[in-house]
Structure formats: C-alpha cells, structure tokens
C-alpha cells in the first residue's frame, strides 16, 4: 500500500506534469481526506488530463497545419499584361503619322497621280461635262463646294457637311472617306499612303481652268 502522503504527492507532480505540458495554469487540486475518495480524484484528474491532452494535440494539429496549408496573398492582385512601352508602338505611330499635306503637295506628280485615279473611275469621271456615274463628276473639284456637282443625289451626310472641297478636305476624306464623313455613300475605303493621296490631289487640281493655287 502507497501512503496518503505518497499518493497526494504522486498525484502533485502528475497535475503539475500535465499544467506543465499544456501550458494551462488552471489546473485545481483539491486536496481530500481517505483513500477511496482520493484515489477518485486521481481517476478524474487523469480523465481532465486526457481531455486537455486531446484538445492540445487538436489545437497544435490545428497551429501546424495552419503553417503548412497557410495560402499567401499574392502582393499584387489580379494578371499583369506586360505592353512594351515605346518599342513597337512607337514605330508603327512613327510611319503612320502624317506628314501635313502641304509639305508633300509641292513633291507630289501629276503623272503618278493620273495612275492613282484608275482606282476612282469605276465611280467617277474626271472629264468636263462627262456627268455622273456612281458618284459625281470630280472634274475641276478642289475648291468646289461640298455636294454641288448639279443633279447628283447625294447623301444626307455629304450635303450636310457644307464648305468646300479644300486639299486638307480631300486628304481626309480620301485617306478615310466613312471615318471622315460617317453616313457618306461612297463605298470606297480609301488611299492610305499619303504620297498616293499627294500625287492624286496634285492630278485632281490639274483637271480644271482655274487650278487651285498649293497651300
Ligand atoms: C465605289 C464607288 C466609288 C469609288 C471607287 C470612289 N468614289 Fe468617290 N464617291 C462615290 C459616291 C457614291 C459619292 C457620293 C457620296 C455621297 O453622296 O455621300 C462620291 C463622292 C466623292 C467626292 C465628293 C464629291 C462632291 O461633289 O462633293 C469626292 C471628292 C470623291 N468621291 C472622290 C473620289 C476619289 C478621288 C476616288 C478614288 C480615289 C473615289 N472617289 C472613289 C463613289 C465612289
């Protein structure tokens, strides 16, 4: 048989192992008078213990899988879409910018432009008095009034775009003709090289008795 004092001593040091263990400092011993009694008190301490072990092992599970599973943030959210700056970008505004027309129009060849104005004879003619076809007669029309070729049904955009037919205003409108005039009725997508739209108006100035003096 173990002493009272032996077991309560036992029984000390097996609570204080546990406090130890958990790191819970609120572990009551309540010291009690007999064997039986005290020998309960054991049982449920021992009960508490497994409890407490349980629930530590639980929560340190818990803390480590926490460190292997933890998902970071990433620093910058969402994609990033890397569009070199400069570099291409550059090059391609580099040729597309346009040289003002009235820098290419002393340059410019009547010849090379009565080449370009095959392109427009499908819908045009350029000799006086020869009428209309698909569009209006383009003899003699740089400084023309916008939309004024007699008898020719133009459409609501062109008649209402008014001024005259300027070479600043043919550039643009043969460099894009629906970007230039949206609702216009010729179906033409227009001269892109601006040398070509040079040469051509150069040609279109020359058709006429009065040509336009060069801007
Ligand atoms: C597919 C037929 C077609 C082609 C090709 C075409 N045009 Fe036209 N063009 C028209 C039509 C149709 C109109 C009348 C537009 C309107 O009423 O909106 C027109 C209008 C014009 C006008 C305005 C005339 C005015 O009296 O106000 C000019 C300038 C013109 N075209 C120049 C050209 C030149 C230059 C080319 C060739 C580079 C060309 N077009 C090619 C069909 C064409």
């Known amino acids: 048989m173990i002493s009272s004092a032996r077991r309560w001593r036992l029984r000390k040091a097996a609570v204080t192992l546990r406090a130890g263990i958990n790191g819970s400092a609120g572990w009551i011993v309540v010291p009690v008078e007999g064997a039986e009694l005290n020998m309960d008190s054991f049982e449920l301490n021992k009960i508490a213990g497994a409890v407490l072990g349980v629930l530590t092992f639980t929560l340190g599970l818990n803390v480590f899988s926490g460190i292997l599973f933890t998902s970071h943030a990433p620093e910058k959210p969402g994609f990033e879409i890397a569009v070199p700056e400069g570099g291409g970008g550059a090059a391609v505004a580099a040729t597309t910018a346009d040289v003002p027309i009235a820098e290419l129009l002393p340059k410019a060849s009547v010849e090379k432009g009565a080449v370009v104005a095959k392109k427009c004879a499908a819908c045009h003619n350029f000799v006086e008095g020869a009428g209309a076809k698909v569009g209006p007669d383009l003899y003699a029309v740089v400084g023309r009034p916008v939309a004024s070729a007699e008898g020719f049904a ?3 955009a062109l008649k209402a775009h008014g001024g005259n037919w300027t070479f600043d205003e043919l550039n643009a409108f043969l460099k894009n003709p629906k970007g230039d005039i949206p609702g216009t009725a010729m179906g033409f997508a227009g001269l892109a090289k601006e040398t ?7 040609y279109l100035n020359s058709l006429s008795h009065s040509p336009q003096p060069l801007p």
């Open 196 to 202: 070509d739209r040079a040469d051509l108006l150069v």
């Open 154 to 156: 133009y459409s609501a």
